[in-house]
């Protein structure tokens, strides 16, 4: 390869992920690109980032489709270098479907002002590292991910979910509006279209020069007849092959690939059945002094009172120093020796429930933190997690993971360990039920805590005493706070 050709190999994103895969191209070939300019958006098994560009020059070619899995160490992009022309030929680099084509002609004023109004009006958002590896802000040209609103899983009904972000759509570096009255810049808008059947060539577009805005193909989504776009031959014939399960009978509605978090989680759940002898013990729990508690706290600061997943947290936070047999880590080395590791620490992490699938930030130094401080964290991992932009650290250093199910509706779960831990502790719903006190049948407000072990770190003895000891708090809190 020409010494003019600068070749960006796909980064190990964290903790030693083999593979990545390509959600959005972010720059076309032709395109100018800077050092540290976000060029492509990638999913990982724990995170969604931006890849940011080591070289400057233009591209050259893109070495990968949206959708494709790639691997960590192959090439992701050639650049060429500043001043030197981009050899590679039309038929051997990929093109990106959902940008704007560049004509090579400079944009008249007045579509290069529509584009400029397109990234105030959308807020694009900017920033020269991977999304969760470092701070906001930096060079122009970062970009922010739509996502869906979702439900995290930390919340018993007290905690105060934090504030949606805005939905942003990303503006395209390096690309130029086609000079006619309806145009795109936005990839993740040609994607909206094409995952609801919207022809772009129908809608109007309500940004300056006729720009096709988020809000257009929402609007055209939502319209009672939104017009829909054609398949292609090869997709009607792939629909056709695959429409009838042959040992079913049914027709398939739907192919799913496994990949992304999804693959991720589908990997650790059957790593940890598969080697983890799971053992389970459980005890219902009068949680009514909790409460109390909490309301008499939250008349005196309404706006800085923690929830009661923070309460809960602090006292599995203290339950773990007493019992630290359930804060290890079960290790068997290539010879096949097996050593039980121990940490001078707790990070407790906890289930969030995201639209990518279920993920576990943890809150790095717990044992150190008090409830106001763990549930501030909380809310913090909360958001990231939503957003997608929890970096690797974030999400895979966990020693211990408290899981909120309750706020499904249920009482109890069979949880899976959260390999390679070795226990989850499960909370649920709070209910009114009967409950004798002092001898006397009262109406009171009972959940039931599930602890899920591994039976080759301690024994039943050690997880029932751990367990007892957070009922114990929940049921005395005003002591057990004391104590702490």
């Given at each position: 390869m020409s010494s003019d050709m600068q070749v960006f190999k796909l980064p190990d994103l964290g903790e030693g992920l083999t593979e990545a895969e390509l959600v959005n191209w972010l720059?076309?070939?032709?395109?100018?690109?800077?050092?540290?300019?976000?060029?492509?958006?990638?999913?990982?098994?724990?995170?969604?980032?931006?890849?940011?560009?080591?070289?400057?020059?233009?591209?050259?070619?893109?070495?990968?489709?949206?959708?494709?899995?790639?691997?960590?160490?192959?090439?992701?992009?050639?650049?060429?270098?500043a001043g030197a022309a981009a050899a590679a030929p039309a038929a051997a680099a990929v093109s990106v479907a959902p940008t704007a084509v560049s004509s090579g002609i400079d944009a008249s004023p007045a579509v290069e002002a529509a584009a400029e109004t397109y990234r105030t009006e959308e807020k694009a958002g900017s920033g020269n590292v991977l999304i969760g590896y470092g701070t906001p802000g930096g060079a122009t040209g970062g970009r922010t991910r739509p996502r869906k609103a979702s439900v995290a899983v930390v919340d018993l009904?007290?905690?105060?979910?934090?504030?949606?972000?805005?939905?942003?759509?990303?503006?395209?570096?390096?690309?130029?509006?086609?000079?006619?009255?309806?145009?795109?810049?936005?990839?993740?808008?040609?994607?909206?279209?094409?995952?609801?059947?919207?022809?772009l060539d129908a809608i109007a577009g309500s940004g300056a020069s006729g720009l096709i805005m988020r809000r257009d193909v929402e609007a055209a989504i939502s319209a009672p007849e939104a017009p829909a776009v054609a398949p292609s031959k090869a997709e009607v014939t792939a629909a056709a092959e695959g429409s009838v399960d042959s040992r079913t009978g049914l027709s398939v509605s739907a192919r799913m690939p496994v990949r992304g978090v999804r693959k991720a989680v589908a990997a650790n759940m059957t790593r940890s059945?598969?080697?983890?002898?799971?053992?389970?013990?459980?005890?219902?729990?009068?949680?009514?002094?909790?409460?109390?508690?909490?309301?008499?706290?939250?008349?005196?600061?309404?706006?800085d009172t923690p929830g009661l997943l923070a309460f809960i947290a602090r006292f599995v936070t203290a339950g773990l120093k007493k019992y630290p047999a359930l804060n290890t880590r079960f290790e068997t080395a290539v010879d096949g020796s097996q050593e039980i590791v121990g940490f001078d620490g707790i990070n407790l992490?906890?289930?969030?429930?995201?639209?990518?699938?279920?993920?576990?930030?943890?809150?790095?130094?717990?044992?150190?933190?008090?409830?106001?401080?763990?549930?501030?964290?909380?809310?913090r991992l909360t958001a990231v997690a939503r957003e997608g932009k929890a970096t690797p650290t974030e999400l895979g250093s966990g020693t211990f993971t408290l899981n909120n199910y309750g706020v499904f509706g249920v009482d109890g779960s069979a949880a899976i360990i959260n390999y390679p831990e070795v226990a989850m502790l499960g909370v649920g719903r709070i209910i009114d039920k009967p409950w004798v006190v002092n001898g006397e049948l009262a109406v009171r407000k009972v959940t039931e805590l599930t602890l899920a072990f591994d039976h080759r770190v301690c024994?039943?003895?050690?997880?029932?005493?751990?367990?007892?000891?957070?009922?114990?708090?929940?049921?005395?809190?005003?002591?057990?706070?004391?104590?702490?």
């Open positions: 720059v076309a070939v032709g395109d100018e690109v800077k050092v540290d300019q976000p060029i492509a958006e990638v999913e990982t098994a724990k995170s969604m980032v931006e890849v940011p560009s080591p070289y400057a020059g233009t591209v050259a070619e893109l070495h990968g489709q949206a959708g494709e899995t790639l691997d960590v160490g192959k090439p992701l992009i050639s650049i060429a270098r009904g007290a905690v105060a979910e934090p504030a949606a972000e805005p939905m942003m759509e990303p503006a395209v570096a390096g690309t130029r509006i086609p000079g006619r009255l309806s145009a795109v810049i936005s990839p993740l808008v040609r994607k909206m279209a094409r995952d609801h059947g919207v022809s059945r598969s080697e983890i002898p799971e053992a389970t013990v459980w005890v219902d729990v009068d949680a009514t002094a909790l409460l109390e508690m909490r309301a008499e706290l939250k008349k005196r600061a309404p706006h992490g906890f289930a969030a429930q995201t639209d990518r699938g279920l993920v576990v930030p943890s809150v790095r130094n717990a044992h150190g933190l008090s409830a106001r401080e763990l549930d501030a964290e909380i809310r024994d039943g003895e050690t997880a029932a005493g751990f367990l007892r000891y957070v009922a114990d708090a929940i049921e005395n809190p005003g002591g057990a706070l004391a104590d702490m």
